[in-house]
C-alpha cells in the first residue's frame, strides 16, 4: 500500500516535528514539513503533496497567502488543503471539530492525533471521488 | 422677599409663584365645634384670594377618608389644619399619622393654651406652623397659611431635587460599572487573540505528545495510563479557557440564520447528555409549540445554552430535576440585568421568545448575583470553573439584541436563566423547518 504523503507548513517546529512523528508512526503517512511559508510553494512543486497541513498564522506569508498561492499554482491548485488556527474558538466550530470557510477545511489548534487523521482521510477521500 | 406694595394692609406676604390660582383646598381637623366655627371665621377674614375651600373632618378616621377620596379625585389638599387632641387620636401620634396620610401636604397646627410647647416640636418635625387658637385673626391666619404653602413648595421642590440628584447618582455608578466592565471586556478580547497564538502552539505541542505515549502505554508500564490522562486533561483545561477567551474578541461576527428555538434546545441537550446522565440529572422538557423563529447565530446560541445547563447542573451535585421551556411571551425588564448595555432595542410589552432552563440547586447567594457576569468570577474549585461561562453567555445574547436574565427561585430553591430573543417573523412557522412534533417529547427522563 503506497503511502499518502503531506506537506506540512508551520513556522512552529516543536510541534511540526511532533505532528509529524505521529503521522508517520500510524504507517499511513509520508510526511514532509517546511518551516519558512517563503518557501512553501518551491517544497510542495518537488514534494508533489496528497494534501497539505497549512498553518494560518505565519511570519512573511501566512497561510492565507501561501493558500493564495498554491490556487495560482498549475501543479498545486487541486491538492486539498487542511488550515490549522489557533484563532478559532468553540463557538466558531462545529460539532466535528472543524469549520468550512472561505473555501477551506479548518481546524483548531491544538488538534488530537485522532481528530487530524479523521480529518486528513475525508479530505484525500473527497479528492479521490 | 418683601411685602408688595400695592398691597399693604393685608400685611401677609406673597409670593407670584405661591399665588394660587384656584382656591387653595383646606382641610381642617377639629372635633370642637366652637373652635372650627372660629377657625371659619378668621379664614373668611384672611386676605386668602380667591377665597380658599375649606372640608372638615371631626376625627383623625375621618381625615383619612377625605384625604383619600380627594386624592383619587381632585388631588391632595394644599394645607391641613389639624388640632392635635382629637376623639381618636391624641398628642404628637395624631401629627405623624397625618403626616403619613398626606406625606405632601402643608400642616398647620391648631395648638389650644396648654400645647404651644407640643406645638413647637411638632413645627421641629416637619409642620409648617402652629397657631395659637386664642390669639388668632385673619390677618395671622392668613399669613400664617401663605407661608406654610410656600415653604411645602419649596421643601417638595428640594425633595423632587434631591430625588433627582439620586437617581442621576445612581445610573452615574451603573454607567460607570458599564463602562468598565466593556472596558475589561474588550481589553480580554485583545488579549484572547494574543494569548491564544502563543499558548496554542505549546498546546500542540503536548497533546501530539501525549498523542505519542499513548500508543505506548503497555511499554511504559506503571502509572503511564494515569499521568497520560492527567496530562489530557490538562490540556483540554487550558484549550477551554483560550476557546472561551477567544469567543469573546471574535463573538461580534455572528453567521445568522433563522432557526427554531426548539431545535436550539434540542441540540444543545444532546450535546451535554452524557455530563446530565452521568450527574443524574432529570430533563423535563415544555417546549411551546408554532412559536416564530428567531434570527441568530445557532452554534452561538447553543454554546449559551450549554454554559446555562452545565452551571445548572453543577448546582445540583446530587442531581435532580432540570426545567427547560420554551414560549413566548411579552418582555418585561428584570432587575439582574442592569449591566446590560443595549436597551435601547427590547422595550416591556414587546413579545419575545424566551429560553428557558430552571434548576433546584441552592440558587445563588445575593452578594455575588452582581458579580455573576464579570469575567472570570466564579465560585467552583480550579478546573471546575473558569468564571467565562456567563460573562460569553452574556456578551454572545446582547448581540444578538436579547438579554439573558438569571433569576434566584424560591420554593424549591433554584436560578431562572432566561435567554429573551425577539422573534423573526420574515418566516411563519409552519414555513420554517421544524422538528416534527412526535420527537419532542414533552417529558423526557434521561
Ligand atoms: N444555576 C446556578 N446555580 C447557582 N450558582 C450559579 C448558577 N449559575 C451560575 N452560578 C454562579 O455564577 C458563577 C459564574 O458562572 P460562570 O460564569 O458560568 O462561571 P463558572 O461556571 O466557570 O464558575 C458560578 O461560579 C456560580 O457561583
Ligand atoms: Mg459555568
Redesign the interface.
Known sequence: MNKKRILIVDD?I??TQ??K??LE?TGDYNVLVENRSANAVATARAFRPDLVLLDY?MPGLDGGDVCTRFRDDPFLRDVPVIMIT??????????NGSVFRNGHIMV???????KLKSCIEEQLAGVAT | MKPPNDNPSSGSFSLESSRPKVPTRILCVEDNDGDFRLFQLHLGDSPLKPRPSLQRARTLSEAAELISSASDQSGPFDLIVLDLSLPDSAGPATYFRLRNLAPETAIVILSGTTDHELSLEMVQHGAQDYLPKDTLSGDLLGRSLLYALERQRVRMGMKKLNDQLQRTTCELQTTQMHLIQAEKLESLGRLAAGVAHEVKNPLGVLQMGVDYFSNKTATLGGNAELILANMQEAITRADTIIHDMLDFSRSDQLKMNLCNVNELMGSSLRMVHHELLKNKITIIKTLATNLPNVRVDGAKLEQVLINIIMNAAQAMPSGGPLLVSTFSAEFSESSHDEGSRDLERLRSGDEVIVLEVRDHGSGIPEEILPRIFEPFFTTKPTGEGTGLGLAVARRIVELHRGRLQMTNMTSPTGVRARIVLQPDFSLSPQAAPSIPQAEVPTVQFI
Open positions: 512552529d516543536p510541534l511532533s505532528v512523528i505521529n508512526e498564522i489557533a484563532l478559532l474558538s468553540n463557538g466558531e466550530m462545529g460539532a483548531a489548534k491544538p488538534i488530537k492525533l485522532q
